[in-house]
């Protein structure tokens, strides 16, 4: 089992230009989050997911979309990256809603100049 | 609104000098509380769930603690491989509301 995967693992973008962040499990796992992780913040949460084909936004959803077309992939796409979105970001998984456990996968950092 | 706050930001021991680290909660409706261990580098690895007060939980060298405000995690007699940032978080009524973490040094 390889757990929770995301690609790529480095990005650096300029202002303005788009990207699209892929995560997956092999877990069969239902739920799905993405969050950001910026120094003295804490984790916070982006988008989630419930299901294939549903997504709801977190605390911090606005400048990302998600899409979730298959079970085991949650997408995070920035339509226009600004610098305030350097950051990195973590995908996690968990069998169904919290209290369940979610399982994070390794990150990507990513540079927008 | 749910809130998470960890103390101290930073704890740097000897080896072998026991210690806790604390995170205080305040959460309506609590249905579990999470502690995870997350290196440099790395996304946070899953430790314990706690779900009412009262109960504890250990593994290795850890064990967690829960009341109804804070919860706490108490590291015994720690290794310099147990040096990592540990987090806490909570469920409610919302979705996983993270603390910002006690980087915990742990000096040969």
């Known amino acids: 089992n390889a757990g929770v995967t995301q690609t790529p693992k480095f990005r650096v973008l300029k202002t303005g230009q788009s990207m699209t962040l892929l995560c997956a499990q092999d877990?069969?796992?239902?739920?799905m989050y993405w969050y950001r992780q910026d120094p003295g913040m804490g984790l916070r949460l982006i988008h989630y997911?419930?299901?294939?084909?549903?997504?709801a936004k977190g605390e911090v959803p606005d400048g990302y979309n998600v899409s979730r077309l298959k079970k085991q992939n949650f997408l995070l796409g920035l339509e226009s990256a600004a610098p305030s979105q350097t950051s990195v970001y973590f995908c996690?998984?968990?069998?169904?809603?919290?209290?369940?456990?979610?399982?994070f996968g390794p990150g990507t950092r990513l540079t927008v100049t | 609104e749910d809130q998470v706050t960890q103390s101290p930001e930073a704890l740097r021991l000897q080896e072998g000098e026991s210690s806790s680290l604390n995170c205080s909660y305040t959460?309506?409706?609590?249905?579990?509380l999470f502690w995870y261990r997350q290196d440099p580098g790395k996304g946070p690895e899953f430790l314990f769930t706690?779900?009412?007060a009262g109960e504890e939980k250990e593994k290795e060298r850890l064990k967690a603690t829960l009341t109804k405000k804070e919860s706490f995690l108490h590291i015994t007699a720690p290794k310099p491989e147990d040096s990592a940032t540990y987090l806490c978080?909570?469920?409610?009524?919302?979705?996983?509301?993270f603390g910002k973490g006690t980087r915990l040094s742990v000096i040969a």
């Open positions: 996690a998984s968990s069998f169904a809603e919290p209290p369940y456990e979610q399982y």
């Open positions: 706690l779900y009412s």
């Open positions: 997911s419930v299901g294939e084909g549903t997504t």
């Open positions: 978080a909570v469920v409610g009524n919302t979705p996983l509301v």
């Open positions: 877990m069969n796992h239902e739920y």
């Open positions: 959460v309506s409706g609590l249905r579990g």
